[in-house]
């Protein structure tokens, strides 16, 4: 049982250059999230998939995309990679609304 | 939007001493759950708090939700080295926007 599996754990791009995250969970959560984490600033929410299906928008959508694949994976893409995209991303599941998280070990993204 | 401020952003303590971490909300909260992230690594889940007024202990952990919904804290007694990390708390409404506070680091001197 792997729990929220992310990949890769570290990527460095340049600016311009596009890139997917990947984030599977093993557990049949319904929702799956997207979250940036940079100093000072706490943890953000980019794009979340309430189910299979669907997925809206959080408070820092510019700049991302994503697929909600399958009811295991949640995909997060850069198209155009730009610095100020330079962060620790997490992907995080739960089974319902009012359960708790559980997150992946993040991807440390670098833009230069 | 909904907004949850955290405060202290930074705590530093010496070994044994207490520690608190406060959360307000400008809407009233359906629920309350606190996270511990490690330095270099992901949160993981603490406790959830429901009920108003609602008090719960994790040995020198104590988790308290305000009478109004609104507020909630977190109190470590006699803090350790293996306390060191941030503290998140992560607000839940009822139509189900749910929102991270900015968290509070705590830096524990041996």
């Known amino acids: 049982n792997a729990g929220v599996t992310q990949t890769p754990k570290f990527q460095v791009l340049k600016t311009g250059q596009s890139m997917t995250l990947q984030c599977a969970q093993d557990?049949?959560?319904?929702?799956m999230y997207w979250y940036r984490q940079d100093p000072g600033m706490g943890l953000r929410l980019i794009y979340y998939?309430?189910?299979?299906?669907?997925?809206d928008k959080g408070e820092v959508p510019n700049g991302y995309n994503v697929s909600r694949l399958n009811k295991r994976e949640f995909s997060l893409r850069l198209e155009s990679a730009a610095p100020s995209q330079t962060s620790v991303y997490f992907c995080?599941?739960?089974?319902?609304?009012?359960?708790?998280?559980?997150f992946g070990s993040g991807t440390q993204l670098s833009v230069l | 939007g909904q907004q949850v401020m955290q405060i202290p952003q930074y705590q530093h303590v010496q070994e044994g001493e207490d520690f608190t971490t406060y959360c307000n909300s400008s809407?009233?909260?359906?629920?309350i759950q606190w996270y511990k992230q490690r330095p270099g690594g992901h949160p993981v889940f603490l406790i959830q708090?429901?009920?108003?007024?609602e008090v719960k202990k994790q040995k020198r952990l104590t988790f308290q939700f305000g009478e109004a919904k609104k507020n909630s804290s977190l109190h470590i007694t006699a803090t350790q080295t293996t306390d060191v990390g941030t503290y998140f708390c992560?607000?839940?409404?009822?139509?189900?926007?749910?929102?991270f506070g900015q968290g509070t680091i705590l830096t524990v001197h041996p």
């Open positions: 992560y607000g839940g409404t009822s139509y189900g926007k749910l929102t």
């Open positions: 708090l429901v009920k108003s007024g």
């Open positions: 998939s309430a189910s299979e299906g669907t997925t």
């Open positions: 995080a599941s739960r089974r319902s609304s009012d359960e708790k998280l559980f």
């Open positions: 557990m049949n959560h319904n929702s």
């Open positions: 809407t009233t909260l359906s629920n």
